[in-house]
């Protein structure tokens, strides 16, 4: 079962381990308490270690709680408490005493509503200094490295994100159909696309984009496809295999990976039976690095320029972390 599931990619620069597990042990990760709305923790990951190492990195897990209060709800208590107040009281009240009320229900509210728990898991690889956030959305990253800078303080971080993915895989896509017979052609490299696509043209200004998806037919001897791309539309999902590390998934035109499968493996005879951290970090070793594979065969072919990210030795000159 593939673990890396889905990634949004940074370069980063994270603290040594030894660093970091005493960081994430000083630190109180408690569970939410009664009044709070929301809280993020860093937890045990699969490994049952706070800094899961395997052999080209480590994993962290955070926990991100979420008291559930469907929207309105709180305005709808505040408003009928002020009407029964002010109906017993024969008066209206003042705004410091409205101000109280809102503060008291919401408090209320708060205490009675239920959780909602996810954890989010990322992935560092120290020597390309990739960072993979198991998440297709940003608020996860938002949440994760939020996280992680108010425990470690200032870190490094860019994400990759290259601007001519569109352009660059729909003109790739274009030429792999067109020169389908042809052997030597490569156009993408090691990577090869598959049954899957989204293509987009977008119309006169007011009027909704065209959105085509294909699905179930291999991209490479598709003729309908072609003369879409040959008619203006673009690619913004393509499915894509990568042989070297017996993986697949789709990538969007935000550079971003989903659908992540890799093709299941024979358990190694000396493993140990049971030996449930030793499979895991075999397993996320052969994930990360088969994502460092695809991550920079993509940054080359798309001539992307990866960012050098260096420490700095003066705090006054330290770069802003972005996240």
């Not at 480590?58 to 559930?68: D, G, S, T, V, Y």
């Not at 293509?199 to 598709?222: C, F, I, Q, S």
């Amino acid at each position: 079962m593939t673990m890396i599931k889905n990634a949004i990619v940074l370069k980063a620069l994270l603290p040594e381990v030894a660093l970091l597990r005493q960081q994430l042990e000083a630190a109180e990760w408690g569970e939410i308490a009664e009044t709070e709305f929301r809280r993020n923790s860093f937890v045990q990951a699969a490994s049952g270690e706070m800094v899961a190492e395997f052999p080209s990195g480590f994993a962290l897990c955070l926990r991100c709680q979420e008291k559930i209060i469907p929207t309105g709800t709180i305005g709808d208590a505040v408003f009928k408490r002020v009407t029964e107040v002010e109906d017993e009281r024969g008066e209206p009240l003042d705004d410091e005493e409205r101000d109280q009320l809102n503060v008291d229900v919401t408090m209320e509210i708060c205490k009675q509503a239920f959780v909602k728990t996810r954890y989010v898991q990322a992935f560092y690889h120290p020597e390309s200094e990739y960072l993979f956030i198991n998440s297709s959305s940003p608020g996860d990253v938002d949440r994760f490295m939020g996280s992680l800078i108010k425990l470690a303080g200032k870190v490094q971080t860019v994400t990759i994100h290259i601007s001519g993915v569109k352009n660059g895989v729909t003109a790739r896509l274009r030429d792999a159909i067109e020169h389908q017979d042809d052997e030597e052609t490569k156009p993408f490299g090691q990577l090869e696309p598959d049954d899957h696509a989204r293509v987009k043209r977008k119309l006169e200004p007011g009027e909704p984009a065209e959105v085509v998806t294909y699905k179930g037919t291999w991209l490479a001897n598709n003729d309908e496809l072609l003369s879409h791309l040959r008619d203006g539309f673009e690619v913004e999902e393509i499915g894509l295999s990568y042989p070297p590390a017996a993986m697949s998934f789709r990538l969007t035109h935000q550079f971003r990976f989903k659908g992540i499968d890799f093709e299941p493996q024979e358990p190694e005879d000396d493993s140990g039976e049971g030996d449930d951290v030793h499979d895991w970090r075999m397993m996320a070793m052969r994930e990360v690095e088969g994502m460092v594979g695809v991550v920079n065969e993509l940054c080359e072919l798309m001539e992307y320029e990866q960012p050098v990210l260096e420490e700095e030795a003066d705090d006054d000159d330290e770069k802003e972390p972005t996240a």
